[in-house]
T-cell receptor, first 111, second 110 residues
Framework: DAKTTQPPSMDCAEGRAANLPCNHS???????VYWYRQIHSQGPQYIIH???NNETNEMASLIITEDRKSSTLILPHATLRDTAVYYC????????????FGEGTQLTVNP | SQTIHQWPATLVQPVGSPLSLECTVE??????LYWYRQAAGRGLQLLFY??????ISSEVPQNLSASRPQDRQFILSSKKLLLSDSGFYLC?????????FGEGSWLTVV
């Protein structure tokens, strides 16, 4: 699976959009971009994933650049409960059980 | 919708005692099931995975074992815990694509 690079930490004001970047310049054609988040002492929570088109669900939007070398997770209206570590993972669906979390981005939403 | 539950959430056990962590998935059939351990630095280590009842694959030789007595039930066990077994254990499921995690179980061996 391709390696990803994320900023170690970010801050966001409550109610504003949180934009979390991720670089994955070595991504392969069959690899998806997945985002998870983990609140301290809880299991990782799946957020969203995409291959090359932008995706949106009830939690977030995922914007993938045309060359697929980077992406941005957007939380449109951040709340205090969105404070967590966010992980960007590049993974082929054929990877099966293999799932590697990097360092992630600690997002802190401030009141 | 599918849900996954694991228990207990927190466990403190003496060295040499047995262990049983349970996990159940609802709302799906024949899922792939996994046990991971998450290290302090957030890395995930796959311990066991199962593609069906009674089918268990072990990734790492260790003091733990896993069983899948029913389609949506996955159990992590040990006969005699070691201090090094302390950690955060995660049950997860998938249908071949996205992996979904349970709430996690904190195990402290004293």
């Amino acid at each position: 699976d391709a390696k990803t690079t994320q900023p170690p930490s970010m801050d966001c004001a409550e109610g504003r959009a949180a934009n979390l970047p991720c670089n994955h310049s070595t991504i392969s054609g069959n690899e998806y971009v997945y985002w998870y988040r983990q609140i301290h002492s809880q299991g990782p929570q799946y957020i969203i994933h995409g291959l090359k088109n932008n995706e949106t669900n009830e939690m977030a939007s995922l914007i993938i650049t045309e060359d697929r070398k980077s992406s941005t997770l957007i939380l449109p209206h951040a709340t205090l409960r969105d404070t967590a570590v966010y992980y960007c993972i590049v993974r082929a669906r054929s990877s099966g059980s293999r799932l590697t979390f990097g360092e992630g981005t600690q997002l802190t939403v401030n009141p | 919708s599918q849900t996954i539950h694991q228990w207990p959430a927190t466990l403190v056990q003496p060295v040499g005692s047995p262990l049983s962590l349970e996990c159940t998935v609802e709302g799906t059939s024949n899922p792939n099931l996994y046990w991971y351990r998450q290290a302090a630095g957030r890395g995930l280590q796959l311990l066991f995975y199962s593609v069906g009842i009674g089918q268990i694959s072990s990734e790492v030789p260790q003091n733990l074992s896993a069983s899948r007595p029913q389609d949506r039930q996955f159990i992590l066990s040990s006969k005699k815990l070691l201090l090094s077994d302390s950690g955060f254990y995660l049950c997860a499921w998938s249908l071949g694509g996205t992996i979904y995690f349970g709430e996690g179980s904190w195990l402290t061996v004293v």
